[in-house]
């Protein structure tokens, strides 16, 4: 999803679709905090999740620039990370470790 052009330079139409699952995704939040006045944080490359903007002009920039490298876990827009402890014993010590799933 996050190569917006194929290998010829054509916009790819997988990448397309991709936009329209990520735009559904913050616009169904209810917490301010992802999505208020009907508007979002951008993730393009351009935009780096630093300026709110309406659905139409994110899906424009993305599919024009991209979304920004290394977003894969949209934290910016509602994703929640799934954390689970787990204590093991190393030795003579206990070691809590945190998981991210």
Not at 61 to 88: A, P, Q, S, V
Request: aromatic letters at 16%; hydrophobic letters at 40%; proline letters at 3%.
């Amino acid at each position: 999803m996050y190569c917006h052009r194929d290998e010829m330079g054509y916009w790819n139409n997988e990448f397309n679709a991709g936009v329209e699952i990520f735009l559904n995704f913050p616009f169904s939040q209810t917490d301010p905090m992802f999505c208020a006045n009907n508007m979002i944080w951008c993730p393009c490359s351009k935009c780096w999740n630093r300026e709110w903007h309406h659905q139409r002009k994110v899906q424009s920039h993305l599919i024009r620039n991209g979304f920004m490298d290394g977003y894969f876990l949209w934290k910016r827009h509602g994703e929640i990370i799934h954390r689970k402890w787990h204590c093991t014993q190393v030795g003579n010590h206990h070691v809590l470790l945190l998981l991210l799933l």
